[in-house]
Each structure stands twice: as C-alpha cells, then as structure tokens.
C-alpha cells in the first residue's frame, strides 16, 4: 500500500511560478513510474505529467509543454511538479499518482491539491 500526500497549492497571478510535491509512504517508491493529473472545475481529470521509475523518461500534456517540469527524488520519496508560466487555465486541483498500471491509469492516488492562477 502507498499513501500520497500533495503540497504547494495556492493562489498564483498569472506569469507566476508554483512548485507541487508529492511525498509518498511505502518502500518500493522507486520501483514506480508516477504521474500528475489535475481537473479543472466543470471538467474531467486529464494528465498532466508522468516520470519513470529511474526518472529517465517523462512525459507532459502538450498544454504544459516547455512551462511544467517533472522530477522526482527517491531519497526523499517525493515527486514534483514546477510550474512556470501560470495561466489561469492551469487552475485546479492537482492530484500526485503512484504504480501506472496503464497509458494513464495508477494504482494509487493522492487527495490532491488546488493551484487557482488568478489576478
């Protein structure tokens, strides 16, 4: 079992930067590839970013392209989630997910946090 705990939310202007963490439990963390996903309000959960187990490989939506930066340390059993370039399309709630078990589906998953990007 993994539990997932979210940090860094908050109210951003627009142009501003945030960074996510994602601290997870459990001892096999660097055994599994994780993602971020966010959903908007009125809107469905949609990806935003995966990191491999060794953090090799990532990926990101093409809206957060060149703007969100994945990483992670598996010291510290913790992923996160630079954001620069926040547009006010970027609000919502942000969620941390551990052990990808599909193209964008994970075994376990956090509670997540709200970024609102806003003047």
């Known amino acids: 079992q993994v539990q997932l705990a979210e940090s860094g939310g908050e109210l951003v202007q627009p142009g501003g930067s945030l960074r996510l963490s994602c601290a997870a439990s459990?001892?096999?963390?660097?055994?599994?590839?994780m993602g971020w996903f966010r959903r908007a309000p009125g809107k469905e959960r949609e990806f935003v970013a995966s990191i491999s187990w060794t953090g090799g490989y990532t990926r990101y939506t093409d809206s957060v392209k060149g703007r969100f930066t994945i990483s992670r340390d598996n010291a510290k059993n913790t992923i996160y989630l630079q954001m620069n370039s926040l547009k006010p399309e970027d609000t919502a709630v942000y969620y941390c997910?551990?052990?990808?078990?599909?193209?964008?589906?994970?075994?376990?998953w956090g509670q997540g946090t709200q970024v609102t990007v806003s003047s």
């Open positions: 997910a551990a052990d990808r078990v599909g193209p964008y589906e994970y075994r376990y």
């Open positions: 459990g001892r096999t963390f660097n055994t599994y590839d």
